[in-house]
């Protein structure tokens, strides 16, 4: 398996407080992405980054940033978690953009 | 962005062939045609890619005609362990210009 990791596997929050979740990886691939899926959607994508410091927008980022400082970690934020954002939230990496991605075992975010 | 149109759900039982047709009309010159398989409370993983005619890996075959407009993932003789929802994702790029969308995908229940 690919070496990656999420953290915290599982939160509960309250609304209005921040969030941070982290990636980590150890392959050294340059394409990493974060995504939402919910129960009659799928996997939604958020925010990938296509290398340090470079992020860009997926399809259902309001309320997300998002940020990469180094080439193993992608952090999510929520800047005031909302109940909309009650999800799973897996990350992914790439070594290039249409080349297979690896998924982490996901996060399970819980906002009352 | 190329979109995509699969099943919502298909049965199959034991020892059965199952095809999940996907259509992707307006796939693009460079694009690539890959699936993904996801068990529940797990990431999506990687089944296999191709660009044009047929692909065989020691998991599935996928056909893709000479238009490219569709395509089809063929799991040999499927068993419960088949049991999943199979993603068709259609795109290529690079440097960020490739949005992956999975969409809702099909999900597969095979009966004993």
């Known amino acids: 398996d690919a070496g990656i990791t999420q953290s915290p596997r599982h939160k509960v929050t309250e609304t209005g407080t921040p969030v941070t979740l982290r990636c980590h990886q150890t392959?050294?691939?340059?394409?990493m992405y974060w995504y939402r899926q919910d129960p009659g959607h799928g996997l939604r994508l958020i925010h990938y980054?296509?290398?340090?410091?470079?992020?860009d927008k997926g399809e259902v980022s309001d309320g997300y940033s998002v940020s990469r400082s180094k080439t193993e970690d992608f952090l999510l934020t929520l800047e005031s978690a909302t109940s909309s954002q009650t999800s799973v939230y897996f990350c992914?990496?790439?070594?290039?953009?249409?080349?297979?991605?690896?998924f982490g075992p996901g996060t399970r975010l819980t906002v009352l | 962005l190329a979109k995509t149109t699969q099943p919502i759900s298909m049965d199959s039982y034991e020892g059965q062939e199952v095809n999940i047709t996907c259509s992707h009309n307006n796939i693009a010159t460079n694009d690539y045609i890959t699936w993904y398989q996801q068990f529940p409370s797990q990431g999506p993983r990687f089944i296999i890619q191709g660009y044009k005619t047929k692909v065989t890996n020691e998991v599935a075959s996928l056909f893709i005609p000479a238009d490219r407009k569709s395509s089809t993932l063929s799991l040999p003789r499927v068993s419960l362990s088949d049991t999943a929802v199979y993603y068709c994702l259609v795109g290529a790029g690079t440097r960020g210009s490739y949005i992956p969308t999975f969409g809702r995908g099909t999900s597969l229940i095979v009966h004993p």
């Open positions: 980054s296509y290398g340090v410091k470079d992020t």
């Open positions: 992914a990496i790439t070594s290039s953009s249409y080349n297979e991605q690896f």
């Open positions: 392959e050294n691939h340059r394409y």
